[in-house]
């Protein structure tokens, strides 16, 4: 199999995997003379050792604005690095998260404290509790008369209670509303970083397609030279 050897690290690689620094950004190649001052445009490169520059430079844009690079930025870089998708890494840690007993005790209570379910079967409890002491019972055999002391005891009891187990769903609920925030800008990020990348390689390929072409116009050009001395003008 044919190779080069490349000018960053002096090793062997594929001859398809070649890169000419002719073709590279700009941008990206006053990065690589960072660390590689006596790279130029009409050395090469393999493909591998350009991906890896691409993904420092990155890494060094991102980190531009802020000293250091977040713990979300990271996790996009190493999936863009690993060529894996984000949801797959995220559904990944939604499935090791579980809940306590106590979080999923009050989901399930917040969510029946705020449907018609609880609402309709609370105003048929009234309703039957006030009946019973007003219409049903002897004065003397009534456990809770007018003015209804122990519902009211009961009620406040229930709304002390009610009260903090909704704000722990609540709190719950805004948690998830963050990591899918979190989510969305990870997604979000590794489309543009991977959007860049596609452009990169797509500059990178009418480049290519274009040195082609002038290498073909010029051997058509020798070629009709040759015809035009062969056959020189009476």
Same mark, same amino acid.
């Given at each position: 199999?044919?190779?080069?050897?490349?000018?960053?690290? !002096?090793?062997?690689?594929?001859?398809?995997?070649?890169?000419? !620094?002719?073709?590279?950004?700009?941008? +990206?190649?006053?990065?690589?003379?960072?660390?590689?001052?006596?790279?130029?445009?009409?050395?090469?490169?393999?493909? &591998?050792?350009?991906?890896?520059?691409?993904?420092?430079?990155?890494?060094?844009?991102?980190? &531009?604005?802020?000293?250091?690079?977040?713990?979300?930025?990271?996790?996009? +870089?190493?999936?863009?690095?690993?060529?894996?998708?984000?949801?797959?890494?995220?559904?990944?840690?939604?499935?090791?998260?579980?809940?306590?007993?106590?979080?999923?005790?009050?989901?399930?209570?917040?969510?029946?404290?705020?449907?018609?379910?609880?609402?309709?079967?609370?105003?048929?409890?009234?309703?039957?509790?006030?009946?019973?002491?007003?219409?049903?019972?002897?004065? &003397?055999?009534?456990?809770?008369?007018?003015?209804?002391?122990?519902?009211?005891?009961?009620?406040?009891?229930?709304?002390?209670?009610?009260?903090?187990?909704?704000?722990?769903?609540?709190?719950?609920?805004?948690?998830?509303?963050?990591?899918?925030?979190?989510?969305?800008?990870?997604?979000?990020?590794?489309?543009?970083?991977?959007?860049?990348?596609?452009?990169?390689?797509?500059?990178?390929?009418?480049?290519?397609?274009?040195?082609?072409?002038?290498?073909?116009?010029?051997?058509?050009?020798?070629? +009709?030279?040759?015809? +035009?001395?062969?056959?020189?003008?009476?």
């Amino acid at each position: 199999m044919e190779t080069f050897i490349s000018a960053i690290s !002096g090793k062997p690689f594929p001859i398809g995997s070649c890169v000419e !620094g002719r073709h590279i950004r700009s941008s +990206l190649m006053d990065y690589i003379h960072q660390t590689h001052p006596d790279f130029n445009k009409d050395q090469v490169m393999s493909t &591998a050792e350009l991906s890896h520059f691409r993904k420092k430079y990155i890494y060094t844009l991102l980190s &531009a604005d802020r000293n250091t690079l977040g713990i979300m930025e990271k996790e996009v +870089l190493g999936s863009i690095a690993e060529a894996q998708t984000i949801s797959d890494k995220l559904e990944d840690k939604d499935n090791e998260l579980v809940s306590t007993v106590g979080q999923k005790i009050a989901d399930k209570v917040a969510t029946f404290g705020g449907s018609w379910t609880f609402i309709l079967s609370f105003l048929a409890f009234l309703i039957l509790w006030i009946c019973i002491n007003v219409f049903f019972l002897a004065q &003397a055999d009534k456990f809770d008369p007018y003015p209804f002391i122990l519902l009211n005891l009961i009620l406040s009891c229930i709304a002390a209670l009610q009260a903090p187990v909704i704000m722990m769903s609540q709190n719950r609920q805004e948690e998830k509303d963050r990591d899918r925030a979190k989510k969305d800008y990870m997604i979000n990020l590794k489309s543009e970083l991977e959007i860049r990348i596609i452009h990169d390689k797509i500059d990178h390929f009418m480049l290519d397609q274009q040195q082609e072409l002038i290498e073909m116009q010029r051997i058509q050009i020798d070629m +009709l030279n040759e015809v +035009l001395k062969r056959h020189p003008k009476s």
